[in-house]
Protein backbone atom coordinates (compact mmCIF):
# COMPACT_ATOMS: atom_id res chain seq x y z
CA UNK A 1 0.00 0.00 0.00
CA UNK A 2 1.33 3.58 -1.08
CA UNK A 3 2.24 5.90 1.53
CA UNK A 4 -0.63 7.89 0.90
CA UNK A 5 -3.01 5.39 0.91
CA UNK A 6 -1.68 4.14 4.17
CA UNK A 7 -2.32 7.30 6.29
CA UNK A 8 -5.77 8.20 4.28
CA UNK A 9 -6.88 4.67 5.33
CA UNK A 10 -5.92 5.47 9.11
CA UNK A 11 -6.79 8.59 9.13
CA UNK A 12 -10.50 7.88 7.55
CA UNK A 13 -10.98 4.45 9.79
CA UNK A 14 -10.24 6.70 13.30
CA UNK A 15 -12.85 9.59 12.17
CA UNK A 16 -15.29 7.96 9.99
CA UNK A 17 -18.11 9.57 12.03
CA UNK A 18 -16.52 12.84 10.96
CA UNK A 19 -17.79 12.44 6.97
CA UNK A 20 -16.82 15.71 5.97
CA UNK A 21 -13.40 15.74 7.17
CA UNK A 22 -12.88 12.16 6.12
CA UNK A 23 -13.81 13.62 2.15
CA UNK A 24 -11.77 16.81 2.89
CA UNK A 25 -8.84 14.24 3.46
CA UNK A 26 -9.61 12.18 0.71
CA UNK A 27 -9.93 14.15 -1.87
CA UNK A 28 -6.34 16.44 -0.92
CA UNK A 29 -4.58 13.10 -0.40
CA UNK A 30 -5.73 11.37 -3.48
CA UNK A 31 -5.08 14.09 -5.58
CA UNK A 32 -1.13 15.02 -4.04
CA UNK A 33 -0.02 11.38 -4.64
CA UNK A 34 2.49 12.06 -7.07
CA UNK A 35 4.43 15.58 -5.07
CA UNK A 36 4.15 12.79 -1.82
CA UNK A 37 5.71 9.98 -4.15
CA UNK A 38 8.53 12.31 -5.72
CA UNK A 39 9.38 13.83 -2.10
CA UNK A 40 10.33 10.27 -0.21
CA UNK A 41 11.91 12.64 2.68
CA UNK A 42 8.45 13.25 3.55
CA UNK A 43 7.40 9.57 5.03
CA UNK A 44 10.40 9.32 6.83
CA UNK A 45 9.32 13.02 8.63
CA UNK A 46 5.48 11.67 8.94
CA UNK A 47 4.47 14.84 7.15
CA UNK A 48 1.14 13.28 6.49
CA UNK A 49 0.25 11.93 9.38
CA UNK A 50 0.98 15.58 11.35
CA UNK A 51 -0.77 17.17 7.92
CA UNK A 52 -3.94 15.70 8.97
CA UNK A 53 -4.18 16.63 12.81
CA UNK A 54 -4.64 19.85 13.84
CA UNK A 55 -2.24 21.70 15.45
CA UNK A 56 -5.25 22.08 18.43
CA UNK A 57 -8.88 21.66 18.74
CA UNK A 58 -10.52 23.77 21.31
CA UNK A 59 -14.06 23.41 22.02
CA UNK A 60 -16.20 25.66 24.84
CA UNK A 61 -19.40 26.51 26.04
CA UNK A 62 -21.38 29.28 25.16
CA UNK A 63 -24.38 30.71 27.19
CA UNK A 64 -26.54 33.50 26.62
CA UNK A 65 -29.44 34.79 26.83
CA UNK A 66 -32.41 35.61 24.99
CA UNK A 67 -34.89 38.56 24.68
CA UNK A 68 -36.94 36.92 27.33
CA UNK A 69 -34.94 36.28 29.79
CA UNK A 70 -34.51 32.27 28.81
CA UNK A 71 -30.80 31.09 29.10
CA UNK A 72 -29.62 29.01 26.21
CA UNK A 73 -26.20 27.12 25.55
CA UNK A 74 -24.37 26.50 22.34
CA UNK A 75 -21.07 24.88 21.97
CA UNK A 76 -18.14 27.07 20.17
CA UNK A 77 -15.14 25.53 18.33
CA UNK A 78 -11.32 26.98 17.12
CA UNK A 79 -9.38 24.69 15.20
CA UNK A 80 -5.88 25.70 14.76
CA UNK A 81 -4.93 23.75 12.07
CA UNK A 82 -1.65 23.97 11.19
CA UNK A 83 0.76 27.30 11.84
CA UNK A 84 4.00 26.29 9.29
CA UNK A 85 3.85 28.91 6.97
CA UNK A 86 2.00 31.65 9.31
CA UNK A 87 -0.36 32.44 12.01
CA UNK A 88 -3.60 30.31 11.83
CA UNK A 89 -6.01 32.23 9.64
CA UNK A 90 -9.41 31.55 9.31
CA UNK A 91 -13.71 32.44 9.44
CA UNK A 92 -16.08 31.52 11.98
CA UNK A 93 -19.18 30.26 10.80
CA UNK A 94 -22.39 30.27 13.16
CA UNK A 95 -24.83 27.57 11.68
CA UNK A 96 -26.90 24.94 13.57
CA UNK A 97 -24.97 22.31 10.95
CA UNK A 98 -21.69 23.40 12.48
CA UNK A 99 -19.47 20.32 14.79
CA UNK A 100 -16.28 19.20 14.81
CA UNK A 101 -16.13 17.36 11.84
CA UNK A 102 -17.37 20.93 10.04
CA UNK A 103 -14.90 22.79 11.69
CA UNK A 104 -12.03 20.49 10.67
CA UNK A 105 -13.05 20.04 6.96
CA UNK A 106 -12.80 24.09 6.59
CA UNK A 107 -9.85 23.94 8.52
CA UNK A 108 -8.04 21.72 6.92
CA UNK A 109 -9.49 23.14 3.26
CA UNK A 110 -7.84 26.08 4.59
CA UNK A 111 -4.00 25.21 4.58
CA UNK A 112 -3.56 24.63 1.26
CA UNK A 113 -6.19 27.48 0.34
CA UNK A 114 -3.97 29.73 2.62
CA UNK A 115 -0.86 28.71 0.91
CA UNK A 116 -2.11 29.09 -2.55
CA UNK A 117 -2.33 33.28 -1.77
CA UNK A 118 1.26 33.37 -1.44
CA UNK A 119 0.62 35.17 1.60
CA UNK A 120 1.77 34.60 5.34
CA UNK A 121 -0.97 32.64 6.37
CA UNK A 122 -1.73 29.67 8.13
CA UNK A 123 -4.77 27.75 8.04
CA UNK A 124 -7.58 27.89 10.76
CA UNK A 125 -11.35 27.70 11.53
CA UNK A 126 -14.21 28.35 13.94
CA UNK A 127 -17.49 28.75 14.97
CA UNK A 128 -20.75 27.56 16.80
CA UNK A 129 -24.20 25.46 16.07
CA UNK A 130 -25.65 28.75 16.99
CA UNK A 131 -28.27 29.94 14.49
CA UNK A 132 -29.01 33.75 13.85
CA UNK A 133 -31.40 33.33 11.78
CA UNK A 134 -34.72 35.14 13.63
CA UNK A 135 -32.61 36.71 15.99
CA UNK A 136 -32.57 39.96 17.79
CA UNK A 137 -29.60 42.05 16.94
CA UNK A 138 -29.14 42.35 21.08
CA UNK A 139 -29.57 38.66 21.02
CA UNK A 140 -26.76 38.39 18.25
CA UNK A 141 -25.01 40.71 20.11
CA UNK A 142 -25.05 39.11 23.26
CA UNK A 143 -24.04 35.39 21.85
CA UNK A 144 -20.71 37.05 20.24
CA UNK A 145 -20.09 38.70 23.82
CA UNK A 146 -20.49 35.44 25.07
CA UNK A 147 -18.25 33.48 22.59
CA UNK A 148 -15.56 35.76 22.32
CA UNK A 149 -15.56 35.68 25.99
CA UNK A 150 -13.76 31.96 25.65
CA UNK A 151 -11.81 32.62 22.47
CA UNK A 152 -10.38 35.56 23.33
CA UNK A 153 -7.82 33.10 25.46
CA UNK A 154 -6.46 31.75 22.27
CA UNK A 155 -6.07 34.13 19.47
CA UNK A 156 -4.28 37.09 19.11
CA UNK A 157 -2.53 39.51 16.21
CA UNK A 158 0.44 37.00 15.92
CA UNK A 159 -1.19 33.83 16.31
CA UNK A 160 -4.49 33.25 15.29
CA UNK A 161 -6.57 35.80 13.36
CA UNK A 162 -10.55 34.92 12.96
CA UNK A 163 -12.89 36.36 10.41
CA UNK A 164 -16.14 36.21 9.26
CA UNK A 165 -17.92 33.11 7.19
CA UNK A 166 -21.37 31.45 6.53
CA UNK A 167 -23.49 33.58 9.57
CA UNK A 168 -20.98 36.13 10.50
CA UNK A 169 -20.38 38.99 8.36
CA UNK A 170 -19.48 42.88 9.45
CA UNK A 171 -22.37 43.26 12.77
CA UNK A 172 -20.93 39.89 14.23
CA UNK A 173 -17.13 40.84 13.27
CA UNK A 174 -18.26 44.15 15.10
CA UNK A 175 -19.58 42.72 18.14
CA UNK A 176 -16.67 40.22 18.33
CA UNK A 177 -14.30 43.15 18.21
CA UNK A 178 -15.77 45.09 20.70
CA UNK A 179 -16.14 41.92 23.17
CA UNK A 180 -11.92 41.32 22.90
CA UNK A 181 -11.24 45.04 23.25
CA UNK A 182 -13.23 45.43 26.63
CA UNK A 183 -11.73 42.18 27.40
CA UNK A 184 -7.75 42.97 26.91
CA UNK A 185 -7.69 46.81 26.43
CA UNK A 186 -5.80 46.29 22.88
CA UNK A 187 -7.19 47.34 19.73
CA UNK A 188 -5.06 45.33 17.33
CA UNK A 189 -6.03 43.20 14.10
CA UNK A 190 -6.94 40.29 15.53
CA UNK A 191 -9.60 39.68 13.59
CA UNK A 192 -10.47 40.60 9.84
CA UNK A 193 -13.81 41.65 7.53
CA UNK A 194 -13.71 44.76 10.38
CA UNK A 195 -16.11 47.74 9.55
CA UNK A 196 -14.00 50.92 7.92
CA UNK A 197 -13.88 53.20 10.98
CA UNK A 198 -12.18 50.69 13.24
CA UNK A 199 -9.56 48.73 10.72
CA UNK A 200 -11.20 47.11 8.07
CA UNK A 201 -10.22 47.11 4.70
CA UNK A 202 -11.76 48.63 1.95
CA UNK A 203 -13.27 45.38 -0.45
CA UNK A 204 -12.76 43.13 1.75
CA UNK A 205 -16.48 42.62 2.18
CA UNK A 206 -16.26 42.17 -1.94
CA UNK A 207 -12.84 40.47 -2.10
CA UNK A 208 -14.82 36.66 -1.69
CA UNK A 209 -16.71 37.01 -4.73
CA UNK A 210 -14.75 39.26 -6.67
CA UNK A 211 -11.89 37.16 -6.73
CA UNK A 212 -13.95 34.24 -7.47
CA UNK A 213 -14.91 36.25 -11.01
CA UNK A 214 -11.23 36.94 -11.53
CA UNK A 215 -10.09 33.58 -11.35
CA UNK A 216 -12.84 32.03 -13.54
CA UNK A 217 -12.27 34.68 -15.69
CA UNK A 218 -8.25 34.24 -15.70
CA UNK A 219 -9.06 30.30 -16.67
CA UNK A 220 -11.88 31.01 -19.29
CA UNK A 221 -9.08 33.54 -21.00
CA UNK A 222 -6.45 30.88 -20.39
CA UNK A 223 -8.50 28.46 -22.75
CA UNK A 224 -9.78 31.34 -25.05
CA UNK A 225 -12.68 32.35 -24.03
CA UNK A 226 -14.46 34.49 -21.42
CA UNK A 227 -16.74 35.80 -19.21
CA UNK A 228 -18.55 38.19 -21.51
CA UNK A 229 -22.08 37.47 -23.01
CA UNK A 230 -22.30 34.21 -20.40
CA UNK A 231 -25.23 33.07 -18.83
CA UNK A 232 -24.34 32.06 -15.32
CA UNK A 233 -25.81 30.28 -12.17
CA UNK A 234 -25.26 31.28 -9.09
CA UNK A 235 -26.65 29.03 -5.87
CA UNK A 236 -26.15 31.14 -2.55
CA UNK A 237 -27.14 35.09 -1.84
CA UNK A 238 -24.77 35.41 1.19
CA UNK A 239 -21.63 37.54 0.94
CA UNK A 240 -20.09 35.46 -1.65
CA UNK A 241 -23.00 35.49 -4.05
CA UNK A 242 -23.86 38.95 -4.27
CA UNK A 243 -20.25 40.23 -4.86
CA UNK A 244 -19.80 37.32 -7.60
CA UNK A 245 -22.99 38.33 -8.89
CA UNK A 246 -21.89 42.17 -9.06
CA UNK A 247 -18.22 41.62 -10.50
CA UNK A 248 -19.39 38.73 -13.26
CA UNK A 249 -22.50 41.59 -14.46
CA UNK A 250 -19.76 44.20 -14.56
CA UNK A 251 -17.66 41.84 -16.72
CA UNK A 252 -20.61 41.27 -18.97
CA UNK A 253 -22.32 37.97 -18.15
CA UNK A 254 -25.84 37.85 -17.50
CA UNK A 255 -26.40 35.88 -14.03
CA UNK A 256 -30.21 34.41 -13.74
CA UNK A 257 -30.40 32.81 -10.43
CA UNK A 258 -29.69 33.00 -6.54
CA UNK A 259 -30.43 31.01 -3.62
CA UNK A 260 -30.90 30.38 -0.16
CA UNK A 261 -31.61 27.09 2.03
CA UNK A 262 -35.73 27.84 1.26
CA UNK A 263 -34.76 27.49 -3.26
CA UNK A 264 -34.02 29.52 -5.68
CA UNK A 265 -35.21 32.05 -7.98
CA UNK A 266 -34.58 32.07 -11.61
CA UNK A 267 -34.59 36.04 -13.42
CA UNK A 268 -34.64 35.83 -16.91
CA UNK A 269 -33.50 39.45 -16.92
CA UNK A 270 -30.86 38.84 -15.07
CA UNK A 271 -31.04 39.28 -11.07
CA UNK A 272 -31.41 43.26 -9.91
CA UNK A 273 -28.83 43.06 -7.77
CA UNK A 274 -30.18 46.28 -5.95
CA UNK A 275 -33.04 44.30 -5.12
CA UNK A 276 -31.34 41.21 -3.78
CA UNK A 277 -29.18 43.59 -1.66
CA UNK A 278 -32.29 44.66 -0.11
CA UNK A 279 -33.45 41.22 0.61
CA UNK A 280 -30.61 40.02 1.96
CA UNK A 281 -28.28 42.97 3.23
CA UNK A 282 -30.73 45.18 4.65
CA UNK A 283 -34.28 43.34 4.90
CA UNK A 284 -32.26 39.57 5.92
CA UNK A 285 -35.70 38.09 4.61
CA UNK A 286 -36.09 34.91 2.44
CA UNK A 287 -35.54 34.31 -1.25
CA UNK A 288 -39.14 34.28 -2.55
CA UNK A 289 -39.22 38.23 -1.26
CA UNK A 290 -37.07 39.09 -3.87
CA UNK A 291 -39.79 37.91 -6.57
CA UNK A 292 -42.37 40.24 -4.81
CA UNK A 293 -40.13 43.10 -5.36
CA UNK A 294 -39.60 41.61 -8.93
CA UNK A 295 -43.00 39.80 -9.87
CA UNK A 296 -41.77 38.87 -13.25
CA UNK A 297 -39.10 36.25 -11.69
CA UNK A 298 -40.23 32.72 -10.05
CA UNK A 299 -39.44 31.39 -7.10
CA UNK A 300 -38.45 27.48 -7.11
CA UNK A 301 -39.43 26.35 -3.49
CA UNK A 302 -36.98 23.79 -2.13
CA UNK A 303 -35.24 23.30 -5.07
CA UNK A 304 -31.72 24.31 -6.61
CA UNK A 305 -30.54 25.64 -9.80
CA UNK A 306 -28.19 23.05 -11.45
CA UNK A 307 -30.80 22.08 -14.02
CA UNK A 308 -31.05 25.95 -15.35
CA UNK A 309 -29.41 26.14 -18.10
CA UNK A 310 -25.90 28.16 -18.70
CA UNK A 311 -22.30 28.29 -19.63
CA UNK A 312 -21.36 28.93 -16.09
CA UNK A 313 -21.46 27.44 -13.00
CA UNK A 314 -20.87 29.58 -9.01
CA UNK A 315 -22.04 27.16 -6.50
CA UNK A 316 -21.50 30.00 -3.29
CA UNK A 317 -24.07 28.60 -0.50
CA UNK A 318 -22.52 25.45 1.48
CA UNK A 319 -20.54 22.04 1.16
CA UNK A 320 -22.31 19.38 -0.82
CA UNK A 321 -24.44 21.55 -2.42
CA UNK A 322 -24.04 20.05 -5.77
CA UNK A 323 -23.83 16.32 -6.09
CA UNK A 324 -23.65 14.07 -9.03
CA UNK A 325 -27.39 14.81 -10.44
CA UNK A 326 -26.84 18.56 -10.72
CA UNK A 327 -23.23 17.63 -12.42
CA UNK A 328 -25.20 15.68 -15.36
CA UNK A 329 -27.54 18.42 -14.85
CA UNK A 330 -24.95 20.92 -15.87
CA UNK A 331 -23.10 19.24 -17.99
CA UNK A 332 -26.06 18.22 -20.35
CA UNK A 333 -26.98 21.79 -20.71
CA UNK A 334 -23.42 23.09 -22.37
CA UNK A 335 -21.98 24.42 -19.03
CA UNK A 336 -18.21 24.66 -19.72
CA UNK A 337 -16.66 26.30 -16.57
CA UNK A 338 -17.83 25.45 -12.73
CA UNK A 339 -16.02 28.24 -9.92
CA UNK A 340 -16.44 27.27 -6.59
CA UNK A 341 -17.08 30.40 -4.20
CA UNK A 342 -18.14 27.94 -1.31
CA UNK A 343 -16.13 25.53 0.38
CA UNK A 344 -16.21 21.69 -1.07
CA UNK A 345 -19.42 22.61 -2.02
CA UNK A 346 -19.61 19.70 -5.02
CA UNK A 347 -19.33 16.59 -3.88
CA UNK A 348 -15.95 13.90 -5.10
CA UNK A 349 -18.69 12.15 -7.20
CA UNK A 350 -19.58 15.59 -8.98
CA UNK A 351 -15.55 16.89 -9.46
CA UNK A 352 -14.73 13.41 -10.77
CA UNK A 353 -17.86 14.12 -13.31
CA UNK A 354 -16.82 17.29 -14.07
CA UNK A 355 -13.29 16.60 -14.38
CA UNK A 356 -14.01 13.43 -16.85
CA UNK A 357 -16.25 15.58 -18.97
CA UNK A 358 -13.37 17.96 -19.26
CA UNK A 359 -15.20 21.14 -17.58
CA UNK A 360 -13.11 24.19 -16.35
CA UNK A 361 -13.42 23.24 -12.46
CA UNK A 362 -11.68 25.31 -10.69
CA UNK A 363 -11.80 24.12 -6.56
CA UNK A 364 -12.58 26.28 -3.84
CA UNK A 365 -9.21 26.04 -2.02
CA UNK A 366 -8.13 28.22 -5.24
CA UNK A 367 -11.68 29.89 -6.56
CA UNK A 368 -12.61 31.34 -3.76
CA UNK A 369 -9.21 32.47 -2.04
CA UNK A 370 -9.61 35.85 -2.27
CA UNK A 371 -11.82 36.36 0.52
CA UNK A 372 -8.67 35.17 2.98
CA UNK A 373 -5.98 36.78 0.83
CA UNK A 374 -7.45 40.30 1.22
CA UNK A 375 -8.08 39.36 4.96
CA UNK A 376 -3.99 38.85 5.21
CA UNK A 377 -3.95 42.58 3.19
CA UNK A 378 -5.96 43.90 6.30
CA UNK A 379 -3.29 42.52 8.42
CA UNK A 380 -1.01 43.98 6.68
CA UNK A 381 -2.28 47.36 6.76
CA UNK A 382 -3.11 46.86 10.63
CA UNK A 383 0.17 45.93 11.38
CA UNK A 384 2.02 49.35 9.32
CA UNK A 385 -1.39 51.37 10.78
CA UNK A 386 -1.88 52.39 7.20
CA UNK A 387 -4.95 52.11 4.83
CA UNK A 388 -5.04 51.81 1.25
CA UNK A 389 -7.83 52.67 -1.38
CA UNK A 390 -10.34 50.55 -2.51
CA UNK A 391 -8.33 50.48 -5.80
CA UNK A 392 -5.31 49.43 -4.27
CA UNK A 393 -6.76 46.41 -2.56
CA UNK A 394 -8.32 45.45 -5.75
CA UNK A 395 -5.39 45.30 -7.83
CA UNK A 396 -3.64 43.57 -5.68
CA UNK A 397 -6.56 41.01 -5.41
CA UNK A 398 -6.77 40.40 -8.76
CA UNK A 399 -2.98 40.34 -9.11
CA UNK A 400 -3.39 37.11 -6.57
CA UNK A 401 -6.21 35.21 -7.81
CA UNK A 402 -4.10 35.56 -11.36
CA UNK A 403 -1.38 34.21 -10.06
CA UNK A 404 -3.35 31.73 -8.01
CA UNK A 405 -4.87 30.44 -11.52
CA UNK A 406 -0.99 30.06 -12.97
CA UNK A 407 0.08 28.56 -9.77
CA UNK A 408 -2.53 25.59 -10.30
CA UNK A 409 -2.35 25.22 -13.92
CA UNK A 410 1.32 25.01 -14.15
CA UNK A 411 1.78 22.44 -10.84
CA UNK A 412 -1.42 20.46 -12.90
CA UNK A 413 0.99 20.26 -16.11
CA UNK A 414 4.35 19.50 -13.81
CA UNK A 415 2.07 16.35 -12.26
CA UNK A 416 1.04 15.51 -15.76
CA UNK A 417 -2.60 16.44 -14.91
CA UNK A 418 -2.65 19.85 -17.68
CA UNK A 419 -6.14 21.61 -16.62
CA UNK A 420 -6.49 19.62 -13.92
CA UNK A 421 -6.95 22.31 -11.23
CA UNK A 422 -8.18 19.39 -8.04
CA UNK A 423 -4.65 18.20 -8.92
CA UNK A 424 -3.03 21.55 -9.75
CA UNK A 425 -4.26 23.55 -6.77
CA UNK A 426 -3.47 20.70 -3.99
CA UNK A 427 -0.07 19.92 -5.00
CA UNK A 428 0.77 23.66 -5.38
CA UNK A 429 -0.81 24.58 -2.19
CA UNK A 430 0.94 21.75 -0.50
CA UNK A 431 4.40 21.55 -1.59
CA UNK A 432 4.93 25.27 0.31
CA UNK A 433 3.39 24.08 3.55
CA UNK A 434 5.60 20.20 3.61
CA UNK A 435 8.77 21.87 2.95
CA UNK A 436 8.02 24.58 5.43
CA UNK A 437 6.90 22.16 8.36
CA UNK A 438 10.30 19.40 7.11
CA UNK A 439 12.37 23.17 7.72
CA UNK A 440 10.90 23.25 11.29
CA UNK A 441 11.50 19.75 12.21
CA UNK A 442 9.40 17.42 13.67
CA UNK A 443 7.15 19.69 16.10
P1 LIG B 1 -23.49 33.92 4.17
O1 LIG B 1 -23.93 33.52 5.53
O2 LIG B 1 -23.35 35.34 3.82
O3 LIG B 1 -24.46 33.25 3.09
C1 LIG B 1 -24.63 31.88 3.03
C2 LIG B 1 -25.59 31.56 1.90
O4 LIG B 1 -25.60 30.15 1.69
C3 LIG B 1 -27.01 31.94 2.24
O5 LIG B 1 -27.71 32.24 1.06
C4 LIG B 1 -27.54 30.66 2.88
O6 LIG B 1 -28.95 30.50 2.86
C5 LIG B 1 -26.88 29.62 2.02
N1 LIG B 1 -26.74 28.39 2.80
C6 LIG B 1 -26.02 28.22 3.92
N2 LIG B 1 -26.17 26.98 4.41
C7 LIG B 1 -27.00 26.36 3.55
C8 LIG B 1 -27.53 25.06 3.49
N3 LIG B 1 -27.22 24.14 4.43
N4 LIG B 1 -28.34 24.75 2.45
C9 LIG B 1 -28.65 25.68 1.51
N5 LIG B 1 -28.19 26.94 1.51
C10 LIG B 1 -27.37 27.27 2.52
O7 LIG B 1 -22.12 33.14 3.95
P2 LIG B 1 -20.98 33.41 2.87
O8 LIG B 1 -21.56 33.94 1.62
O9 LIG B 1 -19.90 34.14 3.55
O10 LIG B 1 -20.43 31.92 2.63
C11 LIG B 1 -20.90 31.10 1.56
C12 LIG B 1 -19.87 30.02 1.28
O11 LIG B 1 -18.63 30.63 0.90
C13 LIG B 1 -19.52 29.11 2.47
O12 LIG B 1 -19.22 27.82 1.98
C14 LIG B 1 -18.24 29.75 3.03
O13 LIG B 1 -17.47 28.80 3.73
C15 LIG B 1 -17.57 30.16 1.72
N6 LIG B 1 -16.55 31.20 1.81
C16 LIG B 1 -16.82 32.41 2.39
C17 LIG B 1 -15.85 33.38 2.42
C18 LIG B 1 -16.11 34.75 2.96
O14 LIG B 1 -15.20 35.60 2.87
N7 LIG B 1 -17.29 35.04 3.49
C19 LIG B 1 -14.49 33.12 1.92
C20 LIG B 1 -14.34 31.85 1.27
C21 LIG B 1 -15.34 30.93 1.26
P3 LIG B 1 -29.77 30.60 4.24
O15 LIG B 1 -29.73 32.05 4.61
O16 LIG B 1 -31.14 30.11 3.90
O17 LIG B 1 -29.06 29.72 5.24
O1 LIG C 1 -13.33 30.18 3.94
C1 LIG C 1 -12.68 31.25 4.00
O2 LIG C 1 -11.61 31.39 3.39
C2 LIG C 1 -13.24 32.36 4.79
N1 LIG C 1 -14.33 32.21 5.33
C3 LIG C 1 -12.47 33.64 4.92
C4 LIG C 1 -11.40 33.52 5.97
C5 LIG C 1 -10.69 34.80 6.32
O3 LIG C 1 -9.86 34.71 7.23
O4 LIG C 1 -10.93 35.84 5.73
Given at each position: MSYVDEVLQTTTERWHYQPEFCQAVTEVLKSIEPAVEANPHYEKGALLERLVAPEKATLFRVPWIDDNGKVHVNRGYRVQFNSAIGPYKGGLRFHPSVNMSIIKFLGFEQIFKNSLTGLPIGGGKGGSDFDPKGKSDFEIMRFCQGFMTELYKV?????DVPAGDIGVGGREIGYLFGQYKKITGRHEGVLTGKGLSYGGSLARTEATGYGLVYLASAMLNAHNNGLDGKTVVVSGSGNVAIYAIEKAQSLGAKVVTASDSSGYIYDADGIDLAILKQVKEKERARIVRYTELKPTAKFFAGEKPWGVKCDVALPCATQNELGLDGAKALVNNGCIAVAEGANMPSTIDATNYFIENKILFAPGKAANAGGVATSALEMSQNSARIIWTFDQVDAKLKDIMESIYGHMADAAVEYGHKDNFVVGANIAGFLKVADAMMAQGIV
Open positions: IGPNS
